[in-house]
């Protein structure tokens, strides 16, 4: 399926998942907000510790909460992108069920980024390589880093909806970006806007920011998935009624107009 086609679908259906569902994201957001990014803040601003301490620690304290917070909302999005029932009661229970997963890949992808950023500014700076040299090691750098940022576009989503171990999940997430790098780099930019623009009010961050981005990106990789998947498999003639409704169903899924939108009392 082409790029342009395959999006249009991701932005349907993450529209309707979020309509339908608005106060389970609403209230998954806000309880993300709660245990993760206002405690780190005010862990920053009052701890009373020497500023390098204060930021390790601060650090430390991030990613120990967020690992938590944001398995519940991915986890939560995820049943959303699949079309299964959902409540709060799971966010709670898919924090819990990828909590190390989670912070395994936070660890991992924060320490990859962490030595790559530094080796780019070593060949930068390094006299005894000057020049092209220096420019050539570093630009190889830049473009593993690129390839290291676009791969968190699935790494949640595989987690989560995928329910990939750490490895596969980093395995499928490089192999998903190579495959399909422009799908890949667009949703990256697109969930990146999504979550500046909606965060740039404060209440946005608080309400809708994350949450939107997890179905936004849980739908992009399970769309994707389904896409591969079908061109995978060899064609063939259904071979009974049962078939037939079935393919027809999975081409339902999602056709909703604007009058669902205007008058939900005629779905």
């Not at 206002?38 to 862990?43: E, H, M, N, S």
């Not at 390790?56 to 991915?74: D, K």
């Not at 896409?227 to 049962?242: H, Y």
Request: no cysteine.
């Amino acid at each position: 399926m082409k790029t342009g086609t395959l999006l249009s679908q991701v932005y349907k259906k993450t529209f309707w998942n979020t309509y339908d569902h608005i106060a389970n994201v609403i209230l998954s957001n806000l309880i993300w907000f709660m245990i993760s990014p206002l405690p780190t803040f005010l862990w920053f601003r009052y701890m009373p510790f020497a500023s390098s301490l204060q930021v390790f620690s601060t650090i430390v304290f991030g990613l120990l909460t967020n690992a938590y917070a944001a398995s519940g909302i991915f986890g939560l999005s995820s049943r959303l992108a699949s079309y299964e029932h959902a409540s709060i009661k799971d966010f709670f229970s898919d924090a819990r069920r990828f909590y190390w997963r989670t912070l395994a890949l936070s660890l991992i992808y924060g320490a990859l980024i962490g030595i790559l950023l530094i080796g780019i500014h070593f060949y930068l700076n390094w006299k005894p390589l000057g020049g092209i040299p220096g420019f050539v090691l570093a630009g190889w750098q830049i473009i593993i880093l690129a390839l290291v940022l676009l791969m968190q576009t699935y790494a949640m989503p595989l987690a989560s909806l995928r329910h990939q171990s750490v490895w596969r999940t980093i395995k499928w997430s490089a192999i998903l970006t190579i495959l399909r790098p422009g799908y890949t780099i667009l949703v990256f930019l697109q969930a990146t806007a999504i979550f500046v623009l909606v965060s740039i009010t404060g209440v946005g961050l608080a309400m809708l920011a994350l949450a939107l981005v997890a179905t936004f990106l849980n739908t992009a990789t399970r769309e994707l998935w389904r896409d591969i998947e079908a061109q995978s498999k060899p064609s063939r003639k259904p071979t009974s009624w049962r078939e037939i409704f079935e393919d027809r169903q999975r081409g339902d899924e999602e056709r909703r107009t604007l009058k669902d939108l205007l008058r939900p009392w005629d779905v």
